[in-house]
């Protein structure tokens, strides 16, 4: 019985070790870094260091990339459909992640496809700052906004800031 | 020819009047029905637990509706700590179409809650039954629009509105108008587009679709995260239903909420009583014209009999 017992924990650990840099190889088989810049009329590019958050999410990929990267989904509602092991044609975000999520063109597709189960993913951006500052937040990472993207003259004149600052008010209210 | 005497003419009288108070009712009845907004008008879904209270939206609606600019630059959070004289915090106005004020909420993990606040976009507005000139607009896609060239600057609306929502252009001296927002109809929902606050979300707080598509989305969301949210859609069916519907994980009334409000239109509360006004300006004083005339007939009569002898 214990030889058996053995048997099988080696045959686990070794299993385990064989998956480990497998996971780890596609973790590495991303890109270095990665150049978001969607809000560009607004902000700067925001140069997002990917193999840094590779290490920091310790190669668990699924953190962001949820089941794309063949990885077990940890939210066991996913499970039942993406049961993990399966790496999508795509993994970048905005593959899945529309930019044009409130268009004509996508609430029709929405509303249209009954067969359709996601009726309800993020817009490109919304995913990005969920995800990005959802984790920052309890992880103790940058939350402010230009900690991120830093604003350009085009977002100062849009949040009246900086150069376009209003004249201050002495008293505001007259009663 | 029949005689007409008094009994027979009283009698008549009342059942004239039955005949006309019961088909006033029937049309009452037929009135009293809840409109329910156009079946594929658009609408908001506001998520709370998502807001981060950037301000973002408060930028945006300020651009796209030319309003003029702001006391404080839009990435100033001091405004957060505004009181306003009234006590209360900071409100639409005519030169903001919409507010995001900060509710600290005992216990929360995450901090702040952060309420962004505009017209809710009524199916039934309070507003537009209660303006006297019309100016008021409840278009297929869900805004609630008004005519400003219209508007006499009466204030009936912002005493009529559940939510304190209208704002008026007291800085016009000459021509005061109503100013509130329009959920972008003009250039943007009537083309299809999502309102300027919810395109420049940067955290997809507020989710753009048809009204009755985000129901279930919100429903959706309570569903798969029942211990977060609290089980109730915000204007799902207050005041007989709004476009913009909200989602939360504290109380409502916590953040300034009103959850008394009761899911009646605000016009239900006086159609019955406005159904009966026609009827007692049209037959009362024909009524009591006559019973007038009746009393008085004897009278008459008297007067007229010693003239006949003569």
Known sequence: ?175 | MKKINRRSFLKGGLAGTAVVAGTAVSKESSASQSFGGYPDSMGVLVDFTKCVGCRSCEAACNKEQGLPAPDKPFDDMSVYDEIQHNGQKRRTSEKAYTIVNRYKVKDREAGPVFRKFQCNHCNEPACLTSCFVNAYTKTKEGAVIYDPTVCVGCRTCMIACPFYVPAYSYSSPINPVIKKCIMCYDTRLKFGRPPACVEACPQEVMTFGKRKDLIKIGNARIRSNPDKYIDHIYGEKEVGGTAWMYLSDVPFDQIGFNTHIGEQPIISYVKEFLTIVPMVLTIWPALFTGFHLLANRKEALKNEKPSGKE
């Open chain 1, 1 to 175: 019985m214990t030889q058996v017992r053995k048997k099988i924990i080696l045959l686990l650990i070794t299993l385990a070790l064989a998956g480990w840099p497998a996971a780890h190889c596609l973790a590495e088989s991303g890109p270095e870094s990665a150049t978001l810049d969607r809000l560009a009329n607004l902000y700067e590019a925001v140069n997002f260091n990917h193999s840094a958050h590779v290490d920091i999410t310790e190669g668990n990929c699924a953190e962001c990339h949820h089941h794309t990267t063949g990885a077990v989904p940890t939210n066991p509602k996913c499970l039942k459909c993406h049961p993990g092991g399966q790496e999508s044609d795509s993994m970048a975000c905005q593959d899945c992640h529309s930019a044009k999520r409130f268009e004509v063109a996508y609430l029709t597709e929405i509303e249209s496809n009954t067969q359709l189960y996601h009726i309800d993913k993020p817009g490109l951006k919304g995913a990005y700052h969920q995800k990005c500052m959802g984790c920052h937040q309890t992880t103790g990472g940058p939350t402010g906004c230009q900690d991120c993207h830093v604003r350009n003259e085009k977002g100062d004149e849009f949040f009246h800031a900086g150069n376009f600052s209003p004249a201050p008010v002495a008293h505001n209210g007259g009663h």
